[in-house]
Nanobody
Framework: QVQLVETGGRLVQSGGSLILSCVAS????????MAWFRQAPGKDREFVAA???????SYGNSVKGRFSVSRDNAKNTVYLHMDSLKPEDTGVYYC???????WGQGTQVTVSS
């Protein structure tokens, strides 16, 4: 059974930084692409970042240059490093196995102005 558990979300001031973690189990983590999405209240889920098993990364336009995705295959963990946070980054952040319908429960990030 695939399980994804996100942690690290909290209230942070505008301009601050945060690191989210997602621990995966029940799959061959090292060979799978992973992604982060987010959803703000009243909005559709939005792509944030992705990383392949070769560590090739991609980012949504709204976070390019501010967010960075990385992975530690030994720990079955994918990270989202978020810098220069803005109020519009507020939302629930979800971990996903890219291309599959596997999602975590989400972790809330709130950026105050």
């Amino acid at each position: 059974q695939v399980q994804l558990v996100e942690t690290g979300g909290r209230l942070v001031q505008s301009g601050g930084s945060l690191i989210l973690s997602c621990v995966a189990s029940g799959l061959t983590f090292s060979s799978l692409p992973m992604a982060w999405f987010r959803q703000a209240p009243g909005k559709d889920r939005e792509f944030v970042a992705a990383i392949t098993w070769l560590n090739t990364t991609s980012y949504g336009n709204s976070v390019k240059g501010r967010f960075s995705v990385s992975r530690d295959n030994a720990k079955n963990t994918v990270y989202l490093h978020m810098d220069s946070l803005k109020p519009e980054d507020t939302g629930v952040y979800y971990c996903n196995v890219r291309g599959f319908d596997y999602w975590g429960q989400g972790t809330q990030v709130t950026v105050s102005s």
